[in-house]
């Protein structure tokens, strides 16, 4: 622990003035041995002694009589510039003399007397002249350096940066206390930073934790060190002051209150450093983002608007007290009363889109949201970020007409599908019954070659009509909803095995349902959908006897069909083609089709709002998967406006 060392006193200086030697040498003995703190200074002449003279000196004691000057006049001349104590110690005095001195501003008078013992009243009077003369000048000096500290106080307000701090703090050490060698170190969370130093001084990290005192003093060998810690709540810094003789006590009043004054401006200059750094960082936030930002006043007038308001074509300067409104297009005035709302009372919001007109006067959509910055109660300012959503817009636009043609576009192509189908279907006709009548009536005139010829003709104009058929069904998917109702599953396999009988019966097929449910949805395209999944897996079977088995989970969001066969099977990498139009694979080339089952089929689940897939290995059959989302029958009826097929439609 440092310990709170006090200098000796300082000796009370004494000069004596008298032109025997005697004398002096007599009153020097006996002064200095009944109170050793005097230091007695003997000189024989008034010139001696005013050389000798200065604030230090605590009292003279001079002779009446002298050869160049009487005590008097030397007294006047002392008091011109010291006010030093005097006191005329005489031999021949008479109380006139004495009247006299005390007139021309001696303090005091003292008998010369034959009897030594006089010393000791002499020594009394002295000692108390000078300890009263010594406490008011260290009150005058006190004075002087609080005079001093007082008139820098605003050099020490003002100091902006932590350099500044410690360039005053020494200013005021050097001008005011006298002190000219010392380091200011500045203290952040138990780092000792220094900061600067004056005159010569020792390179010392303070052990904090041995500072108990904010001010104490320590002897390093023949250098004497004043740690003046500078404190406000904590310890902000540290001012060590070094000389070669130990400190006085009395100065720690002015130094406690500069360490106190120092320790705040510390304080102040690092909330101005942290708030700059925050303020630097909130502008190049600001300044970088994309968005435009603004601060209004509650009322709506620009405070602050960001550099990107350029991308509307407008100066931030320019814009600087002018209300936000002002750039708003008429039409869109309404919209954006909910923010001068909100700005007045306190509530953020954010209006998704309105125009604004650019410097330049081209329109700009924007998109604007605001936080109000409200402290007790009262609305400060309003922070808004404004969005350029102009490229958006145009996007959206361009992409709505682009559905829009596309929808059109598509529907044309069924209608087109279902005109040209329907339209192929007469000459069809007429090809199929001149085939009936020619197999009818003709077959036996017919050589072997023109029976084959016409065998050709109906086996192509089957297939035709098979082609013509999914054509118009496919095109009716897109096109025709059908009614919701709730369909048996079960009893629609039945009636799927009924129209399958023929291929059934030729191949001793074998169709079993499993777990079938009852659930609303459109029963003509679910049955579609079953049937060719259900034909395709006797069609591409060898197995003996092939066999299909329909199967269904519910699940949480609806339900999911398997139609599983134990058929040719599918080779995986084929998977994403087969649900193309009139994809036929490969190695099936020999079995009958047209290559659009498995595409309606995926239409079909597609506008049910379901999904199909197929998981299959070559060899070892098929399993087509596909679900068809609950549907609620209520919301049903009301959602979907639909209307049946006409029988006429179906038929066709
Ligand atoms: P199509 O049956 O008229 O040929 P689909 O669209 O119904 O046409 O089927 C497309 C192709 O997918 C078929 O030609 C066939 O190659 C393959 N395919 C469909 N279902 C099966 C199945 N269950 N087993 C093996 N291959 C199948």
């Not at 004691?61 to 005097?86: H, Q, S």
């Not at 390179?203 to 404190?231: C, H, N, P, T, Y």
């Not at 989970?553 to 609806?558: A, F, H, I, Q, R």
Request: aromatic share 8%; with cysteine; net charge negative.
């Amino acid at each position: 622990m440092t310990e709170r060392v006090l200098p000796p006193t300082d000796k009370y200086v004494v000069l004596h003035i008298d032109d025997e030697d005697e004398q002096l040498f007599f009153a020097k003995t006996f002064l200095e041995e009944s109170d050793p703190s005097f230091d007695i200074v003997s000189v024989k002449t008034s010139k001696e002694l005013l050389d000798q003279l200065d604030e230090h000196v605590d009292c003279i004691v001079a002779d009446y009589v002298m050869p160049d000057l009487n005590g008097m006049d030397l007294c006047k001349i002392v008091k011109e510039t010291f006010n030093t104590p005097f006191i005329m110690y005489t031999g021949r005095g008479s109380e006139v003399v004495a009247e006299a001195a005390f007139q021309s501003g001696v303090d005091d008078y003292v008998r010369k007397e034959a009897d030594p013992s006089h010393y000791q009243l002499l020594a009394r009077r002295i000692k108390s002249h000078a300890e009263a003369y010594r406490s008011k000048r260290e009150e005058r000096q006190y004075q002087e350096r609080l005079e001093g500290v007082r008139q820098n106080l605003n050099l020490i307000a003002s100091a902006s940066s932590m350099d500044d701090v410690a360039s005053i703090t020494f200013k005021i050490m050097e001008d005011i206390m006298g002190f000219n060698r010392g380091a200011f170190i500045y203290l952040e969370d138990g780092v000792q930073t220094p900061i600067q130093s004056i005159g010569e001084t020792p390179d010392i990290q303070w052990d904090l934790d041995e500072l108990d005192f904010d001010i104490s003093q320590k002897q390093l060998e023949d250098l004497w060190a004043l740690i003046v810690l500078l404190r406000m709540d904590t310890v902000h810094g540290i001012l060590t002051i070094f000389q070669d003789k130990p400190f006085n006590p009395q100065d720690y009043p002015i130094l406690e209150a500069v360490s106190l004054l120092v320790a705040q401006a510390i304080t102040r200059v690092m909330q101005i450093e942290t708030i700059s750094a925050s303020e630097k960082q909130f502008r190049s936030i600001v300044e970088n983002v994309q968005d435009i930002i603004i601060l209004t006043k509650p009322e709506g007038s620009i405070n602050y608007i960001s550099p990107s308001a350029e991308a509307f074509q407008y100066k931030p300067s320019e814009l600087l007290d002018r209300m936000w409104g002002e750039l708003v297009l008429e039409e869109d005035m309404d919209k954006i009363t909910e923010f001068y709302k909100g700005s007045l009372s306190g509530k953020k919001g954010k209006i998704n889109e309105y125009r604004i007109r650019g410097g330049d006067d081209m329109i700009h959509w924007v998109s604007h949201s605001w936080t109000p910055v409200v402290v007790d109660g009262v609305v400060k300012q309003v922070v808004s970020a404004v969005n350029d959503i102009t490229w958006r817009k145009k996007i959206e636009s361009t992409l709505y007409n682009s559905m829009h043609e596309l929808e059109k576009a598509n529907k044309d192509l069924n209608d087109f599908t279902h005109i040209v189908s329907h339209d192929l279907k007469a000459p069809l006709m007429t090809i199929e019954s001149f085939s009936d009548f020619l197999l009818e009536d003709y077959f036996d005139v017919l050589d072997e070659m023109g029976q084959e010829y016409l065998d050709s003709i109906i086996k192509a104009s089957n297939n035709m009509r098979e082609l013509i058929d999914n054509l118009l069904t496919l095109s009716r998917v897109g096109r025709i909803d059908t009614e919701y109702s709730q369909v048996d599953i079960s009893e629609l396999l039945d009636e799927i095995k009924i129209e399958l009988k023929p291929q059934m019966e030729m191949k001793n097929a074998i169709v079993a349902g499993q777990n079938l449910p009852t659930l609303v949805t459109q029963r003509t395209w679910i049955k579609q959908v079953l049937m060719n999944l259900v034909g395709n897996g006797i069609k591409f079977n060898e197995t003996n006897p092939p066999r299909v088995d329909v199967s269904c989970v519910e699940t949480s969001e609806g339900y999911h069909f398997r139609v599983k066969d134990n058929g040719i099977g599918i080779p995986e990498e084929q998977y994403e083609h087969l649900f193309k139009l009139f994809q036929r694979l490969e190695h099936t080339k020999r079995y009958p089709g047209t290559g659009a089952g498995l595409s309606i089929c995926k239409k079909i689940v597609d506008s049910l709002g379901g999904e199909i897939w197929v998981e299959s290995q070559e060899g070892y059959g098929s399993t087509f998967n596909f679900t068809i989302p609950d549907e609620d029958i209520e919301s049903v009826d009301d959602s979907h406006e639909a209307f049946e097929v006409s029988a006429e439609e179906l038929v066709e």
